[in-house]
């Protein structure tokens, strides 16, 4: 460890590297020493995933592992190739996406929507909150049966439940973050005289903001989540289709891909968010790049 | 309490018969209270005896339960602490409420007045205490108020800074002549800025001194401590 150190040598904030390393590890202190450490710690940290894909590509390769049961890493990536030149890889992942992003729209905005009132308003509060609180009680993905009753197994039924997903986290964490709001820095407002407006866009919806992105990031696991679940109960297209298309030939280099694949959007739409987080909240000493 | 007024009718604010209430509890009964333009009005008083009280239904954050309060333009405050918003950067901060036109060179000059004219595009948390505050003064005058309200602007910054602060505050109370009220706990401070100390006890205006008409400093100290009901330091 010290060698590794000293090789650093002393390592100001500002330089390109550090705040690069401390993202990956979010830690509301962060001095020289620590980035240092959580470095080397990266580094460390990637042995054991890449010696266990060696020595899953290994015991396939030799037969220890029966190809149906999972095929080595090495052929999954040429069915990766293949699909995607000829097959209808792309079209599926597009449909998949469509079908998340449409959800994710149409739920974050009724959660959003429903949260700012409520953040707002007692009555508003006291009207819905507790409806909502109770049908966020329910597991969504135990409504999937009455939700194939009511849309059937087609598009709807795909992008209600994402919309259920992704609403309830982005609903809580908008009315948390705007009862959050330092009521110090209203008072501060109303003492500038701004007007209702200019007090929410000025004051408000920033001092909301970190909470809501967190719910968004949230729901973006959630959103995940619900599609996988919807598409792999009944679809003709998607990734989920894919899937369970592959499963009824034995496929499982396919199956494995399209797991993989869920995967790497899962984890892309993360860093998605925090990049978010990192640009609008640059002033936010717990996410802020710093100056 | 009028016997010591100057004459004078430009006030900033004129209160009559003010009371103020929290549910049953009166903290203010029959207030009466009148700054001028220009003046720097300090004021004393025990914890809790309603300091506060006054300076927040003086801006207009409370509701009053009878009297009046006159003043011709919009209060400006500075809170005991310096109450940025985090998000915006310091221009962005000191120009809060003002029309978008003309914000920023507005900003700038006052920034400028309080000696941060260079961080015009800072974060606020990248700010000591003290240049925060210094923000929040800023943030205060460039309003151009008629009426400065300060609840105890310094009580959280250290000795050195303080002292720097209240020369800082006199020579732009001076330049932009507004009616100020300040509430402080610090006898020194009440003597070193204000023309006139008015002391405050159940929920009145008790005495009022004229700092530049004490004889005896020692002794005019003494007498405000014993007044906050501070036993035993007058003999120090
Ligand atoms: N929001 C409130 N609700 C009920 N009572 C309050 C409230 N705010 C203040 N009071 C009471 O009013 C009285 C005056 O409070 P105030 O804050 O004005 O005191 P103060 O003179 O500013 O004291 P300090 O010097 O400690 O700041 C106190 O007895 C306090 O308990
Ligand atoms: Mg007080």
Redesign the interface.
Known sequence: MSSLDSSFGVRRAATPQAPAAAKRVRRPISDGQHRIGTRAHVALSWIAPLLLLAVWEGLARNGWIEPQVLPAPSKVVATAWKLGLHGTLLRDLGTSLLRAAAGFAIGGGIGFALGTLVGFSRLAEALIDRSVQMIRAIPFLALLPLVIVWFGVGEGQKIFLVSLGVAFPVYINTTLGIRQVDP??L????????STA?LIR??VL??A?PSILTGVRYALATAWLALVVAETIGAQAGLGFLAMDAREFLRTDVIVLTIVIYALIGVLADSLARLLERRL?????NY?AG? | MSALHVPNADPAVTVTGLRRAYGRRVVIDALDLRIERGEFVALLGESGCGKTTLLRALAGLDPIQAGRIDAPGKPAVVFQEPRLLPWDSLWRNVSLGLPEHGAREAAAAALAEVGLGNRLDDWPRTLSGGQAQRVALARALVQEPELLLLDEPFAALDALTRIRMHGLVKELVARHRPGVLLVTHDVEEAIRLADRILVMRDGAIAAEHLPETAADPQRFRALLLAELGVQGSAAA
Do not use: D, N, T
Request: charged fraction near 25%.
């Open positions: 110090k820095l008072e501060l407002g109303r003492v500038r005289g701004l200019l000025r004051i920033p001092g903001l909240l640059a002033w936010h000493p802020g100056r």
